[in-house]
Nanobody, 119 residues
């Protein structure tokens, strides 16, 4: 059974930083593409970033490019998202997702971690 457990969220002031972590289990983590998605209050799910199985290729939504960095530790089965220069519009629940076929809304994901950017 796929298990994804996110942590690291919290309240941060605009311009601040947070590092999210996702502990993965129940599947061969090092063989799979992974992604971070988020859902802001009253909005739909947004794909924030993706990373290939060995961490050599990454993608970012235009809204976070240059501010967020996705990475992974395959030895530790952990996915990360370093978020810098945070803005109020980054406020959302952030989910770690295992990339599968089909729309990303249907990918297995964890329970999420809340990120709130506010002064």
């Amino acid at each position: 059974e796929v298990q994804l457990v996110e942590s690291g969220g919290g309240l941060v002031q605009p311009g601040g930083s947070l590092r999210l972590s996702c502990a993965a289990s129940g599947f061969p983590f090092s063989n799979h593409l992974m992604s971070w998605v988020r859902q802001a209050p009253g909005k739909g799910l947004e794909r924030v970033s993706g990373i290939n199985s060995d961490g050599t290729s990454t993608t970012y939504a235009a809204s976070v490019k240059g501010r967020f960095t996705i990475s992974r530790d395959n030895a530790g089965n952990t996915l990360y998202l370093q978020m810098n220069s945070l803005r109020p519009e980054d406020t959302a629940v952030y989910y770690c997702a295992k990339v599968e076929q089909g729309d990303y809304a249907g990918w297995p994901r964890g329970q999420g971690t809340q990120v709130t950017v506010s002064s």
